[in-house]
């Protein structure tokens, strides 16, 4: 059996069994994981299905996180069934008006806009009183997942919450490989690969690039939103910069071309920024934890240039090349090969 379909499942098993660890601080830790790879896996449609580098996509995120804050009375808890879509719709909406003109560029000047529509919606919140300005907002109440008057499921108790996000991520994560496997993903391959030939070939790409910039920013939205849940907490750090480009660096860390590679590159800077701050092992030295982390992520990117998810095929050519007479195997090039276009029907106009 193919290895690449049983690494999802056992993954998601391992993080369903590592529920009942019993220690608080890891199932937390867990649960920032997942919900970061929630938000990476939403930057890798963009950056490694259509080849859209965004540094404005943490504007997604704050926008899921404080549709949670403010669509949520202060008196009791909303319904999960209208809140989290709500959520979604929000963090979609300002990405199809910042798409549509963003998307007219390209480049480092499509890089240039996201971050400067990201820094908009990051003041709007920072400078006023929509979300409590810089000091943030509170979300008093998890959202009840009622329906009827049952209820099938509550948030606060036991571990509803974390199997909630790991079945956000299992969603995420299986919606995005039926996507990649779609006529829709087989288009956004060829705008990453050659955008000019796709027009030549009779594609309209600018309703491609928009329609994938949206449902990224949607699933950004959910892991806003479920960042919204995990502490109650919203404040406007979550649109800066900063975020986008810790997002940026979870996809290239674990290799742009693998959703697998995203959830991978997530875990690890994670776990490597928890493990450069403990103050059991480094001491007072842990203040500093930015110095290490950053050296440890220059190695992992120059000693792994396709990603740690390009791990095992890096070490079969390394194999392949010192093996006693057996001719080296070149690594292959993507943008070597043909061009291919598996998609059915007439080209769009």
Partial sequence: MNVNRLLPVATLLAL???????????????????????FALSLQLLVGGAGLVSLGHAAFFGIGAYAAA??????????????????LLAAAAYAALTGALALRTRGVYFIMVTLAFAQMAYYVFHDTKVGGGSDG???YFRPRAEIGGWLPFDLDQGNAYYFFVLACLALT????ALLRRSPFGAALAGIRIN???????????YPYKLAAYVIGAA??????????????FVTPELLAWEQSG????????????????????????????????????????????HLPLGLAIIALVALLPDGLAGLPAQWRRRRARHAPNTPAAPAASPAAKPLSLPIQGEPHA
């Fill in 16 to 38: 369903a069994a590592f529920a009942w660890s019993g220690s608080d601080y890891y199932t937390g830790l867990a649960v920032k994981i997942m919900i970061y790879a929630v």
């Fill in 70 to 87: 403010l669509l949520s009375p202060s008196s009791e808890a909303a319904s999960l069934w209208w809140l989290l879509p709500a959520a």
């Fill in 137 to 139: 907002i509170y979300l």
């Fill in 173 to 176: 994560w299986g919606f995005l």
């Fill in 195 to 205: 955008e000019q030939r796709m027009r030549a070939a009779g594609y309209s790409t």
């Fill in 219 to 232: 699933l950004a939205g959910l892991a806003g939103f479920l960042f919204a849940l995990k502490d109650g």
């Fill in 246 to 289: 810790l997002v940026l660096l979870m996809v290239i860390l674990g290799g742009m071309g693998s959703l697998g590679g995203a959830v991978l590159g997530t875990a690890t800077l994670v776990l490597l920024q928890e493990l450069f701050q403990s103050q059991a092992l480094f001491g007072d030295y842990a203040r500093h934890w």
